[in-house]
């Protein structure tokens, strides 16, 4: 395991580990991963047959330990190695419905009831789930996860190895609306959808196409369930959003930002390169929250600011206190 890790190891290089487990719970046949303060403060007590901690982690006792510069990460892939996806089984359903000039690569499998449009691409090795719907048009890249009930508008592109999660919706109509008069007229939405390599986005979200160009999701790109993002979005490489986040008409989102859970995102703002949003949040239309910058609150503001003002609303009961004492105070103070 050390080795496969790029990692180093200490104690019985010769023990049989059958599994992963929570630090708390792992059995002596098991690995487990230490990181962080109280995780290591528990490390000691922590039954697991190896442990994946720091490099500078002391050992208090004996024990068979892999030191890794990032022991969250390393024991990610461990887990990957246990637990590894089912392979692909090639074939086509004989439910599905396939359009006429699609092209399938090789190893492709596709799902009970799913019903793919014309002229569409379907990248090797990708797996397309039951019950889905894949418009005209489409590009799907190499190795892509579809799960089922996933639904796919036509002339969206994506990328290699994406894993699209049950119930998402990429290329639906943007929010796009003009008053006129006395009612709304529809802003026809004739743009696209483009997702780059190794995205993956969760069950239930939506990406909507632009108006006119392109929205865009970069590569790397992890998108919670349950994340909208509207027309014509901008998402850089390497952003991750926790679910239940909406983005507005227009955003940009740079590269490796961190956006958390109910962040609403107004129409137009922008989100540079390793931003921080906390989570529930609220960016103003226009908004522009800068490079590394940490935020929280509504409406955003820097994270030293919000608890500082926090600190102050803290004391509001205090101060009323002091500010009643005062007035009577005033008041003798005038009586005499």
């Excluded at 046949?29 to 490099?55: H, T």
């Excluded at 006792?61 to 990032?70: C, E």
């Excluded at 994340?227 to 940009?252: D, E």
Aim: hydrophobic share 45%; charged share 20%; net charge neutral.
């Amino acid at each position: 395991m050390a080795d496969w890790l790029g990692a180093t190891f200490e104690g019985d290089g010769d023990k049989h580990i059958t599994g992963v487990a929570a630090l708390d719970s792992a059995g002596a046949s098991e690995a487990a991963f230490a990181a962080g303060r109280k995780a290591l403060a528990l490390a000691a007590s922590s039954a697991a047959g190896c442990l994946i901690v720091p490099p500078d982690y002391r050992n208090p006792a004996p024990r068979t330990l892999i030191r890794a510069q990032d022991p969250r990460a390393a024991f990610a892939r461990l887990v990957g190695r246990f637990h590894a996806p089912a392979p692909v089984t090639a074939g086509i359903h004989p439910s599905a419905v396939i359009a006429e000039n699609v092209e399938l690569g090789a190893g492709v499998a596709i799902g009970a009831h799913t019903w793919i449009g014309a002229d569409t691409r379907i990248g090797a090795g990708a797996s397309i789930g039951a019950g889905c719907s894949i418009g005209r048009g489409v590009v799907v890249g190499d190795r892509c996860v579809v799960h089922s009930r996933v639904t796919i508008y036509d002339e969206v592109e994506i990328g290699h190895r994406v894993i699209l999660h049950s119930g998402c919706v990429l290329g639906a109509d943007g929010f796009g609306f003009v008053l006129s008069g006395d009612r709304y007229e529809k802003f026809p939405q004739v743009g696209r959808v483009a997702i780059g390599d190794d995205v993956e986005i969760g069950a239930n979200s939506c990406v909507d196409r632009a108006a006119l160009g392109v929205t865009r999701i970069g590569e790397g790109t992890k998108l919670d369930n349950m994340v909208h993002v509207g027309h014509n979005c901008r998402i850089g490489r390497h952003v991750v959003v926790a679910a239940q986040t909406g983005f507005s008409g227009g955003v940009v989102v740079e590269d490796y930002a961190s956006i958390g859970g109910q962040v609403g995102i107004g129409d137009k703002a922008r989100i540079e390169s390793g931003a921080v949003l906390g989570s529930g949040c609220g960016v103003l239309s226009s908004k522009i929250v800068r490079a590394g910058e940490p935020v929280w609150g509504t409406p955003a503001r820097p994270l030293k600011k919000y608890l500082a003002q926090l600190a102050q609303l803290a004391r509001l009961p205090e101060l009323r206190g002091e500010l009643a004492a005062l007035k009577s105070r005033l008041a003798r103070i005038e009586e005499k």
